[in-house]
Each structure stands twice: as C-alpha cells, then as structure tokens.
Nanobody, 120 residues
Framework: QVQLVESGGGLVQAGGSLRLSCAAS????????MGWYRQAPGKQRELVAS??????TGYADSVRGRFTIFRHNASTVLLQMNRLKAEDTAVYYC???????????????WGQGTQVTVSS
C-alpha cells in the first residue's frame, strides 16, 4: 500500500555529483526513519544515510563528508552525492520505517532501486 518513488540515478564521472530523491505516499500514520541503502554486485546491502522524523542524520563512514541527506518536506528526502567515487557504484534503495496506526505497529517499505554508476 505504501509506495516509495525514487529518482535521480544515472551515470557520472568520478568527482561529479548526483542528487537522489525518495517520495513516500500511501497509508502512513507516522514516519520514524527514512534512509538510503546501496548494494553492489556480490556485496551486502549497506546503509548509506538516514534521517529521523526529528531531522537527526546518520552516515556511513565511507560517505561522510561527501553525501548529505535532508528533507524536502515531510514525505520526501533527498540525498546529495558529491565527489563521487567509482566505489559508490551500486543500486541505491530508499527505505522507510513507519507506523501504520496509533497502536504503533511497525512497518517497512522499500523503493525499487535506482542505479548509480560512477566511471573512473
């Protein structure tokens, strides 16, 4: 029922920039954390950056100082990716942790993924 729409992926040269967007819609009572994960072929999916409903952010060590996550509005988050490296090449997935009702039942939703390719 909940949908996450991702955009902004593409091909960029090392040192370049991209901005990823994730927009959430559907039956969401309240949102807890929205974030971005990435997965390269043969590697585990890893958390890249996250932002809480209060605006608290967290970053993987590999991207801290280069990537910035921020809210465009209550349901949309952006990931600004600067000084991209070949090692950043992966499929990036938006993730939302939310509550569907006032009882507090936890839920999670995933986007379909957007490809980011950085050429060296």
């Amino acid at each position: 029922q909940v949908q996450l729409v991702e955009s902004g992926g593409g091909l960029v040269q090392a040192g370049g920039s991209l901005r990823l967007s994730c927009a959430a819609s559907g039956s969401i009572f309240s949102m807890n954390v929205m974030g971005w994960y990435r997965q390269a072929p043969g590697k585990q999916r890893e958390l890249v950056a996250s932002i809480s409903s209060r605006g608290h952010t967290g970053y993987a060590d590999s991207v801290r100082g280069r990537f910035t996550i921020f809210r465009h509005n209550a349901s949309t988050v952006l990931l600004q990716m600067n000084r991209l490296k070949a090692e950043d090449t992966a499929v990036y997935y938006c993730n939302l942790q939310y509550y569907s009702d006032m009882i507090g039942s936890p839920r999670a939703a995933w986007g379909q993924g957007t490809q980011v390719t950085v050429s060296s």
